[in-house]
């Protein structure tokens, strides 16, 4: 059982940063690959990042590609979401999730998730 919780959201205009973390309870987080997703008002919970267990491997969604960094950091069981360049179109709740079966774009994947935390940025 893993319990994650967000943090790091807030308001923002167009280029700026922010940093999201997503801290992790249990002794077992470094066995699972981690993620963000988002999810925007009206719209379907989408894929942003992910990274597996180890930090070796990463994955981007096209739309944040060069923009957004994801970190972990196993001893301190966070992950974190390193965002740059901020976009009005990464208005959303962004959720970080856990998947025991390895690093993973599609939600289903992912058994674990935090309550979100609200990223809004203003044009």
Do not use: H
Not at 20 to 41: N, V
Not at 85 to 103: F, H, M, Q, R
Request: net charge positive; glycine share 10%; proline share 2%.
């Amino acid at each position: 059982q893993v319990q994650l919780v967000e943090s790091g959201g807030g308001l923002v205009q167009a280029g700026g940063s922010l940093r999201l973390s997503c801290a992790a309870s249990g002794r077992t987080f470094s066995s699972y690959a981690m993620g963000w997703f988002r999810q925007a008002p009206g719209k379907e919970r989408e894929f942003v990042t992910a990274i597996s267990w180890s930090g070796s491997n990463t994955y981007y969604a096209d739309s944040v590609k060069g923009r957004f960094t994801i970190s972990r950091d196993n001893a301190r069981n966070t992950v974190y979401l390193q965002m740059n360049s901020l976009k009005p179109e990464d208005t959303a709740v962004y959720y970080c999730a856990a998947s025991p079966a390895g690093i993973a774009t599609q939600t289903a994947w992912y058994a674990y998730w935090g309550q979100g935390t609200q990223v809004t940025v203003s044009s």
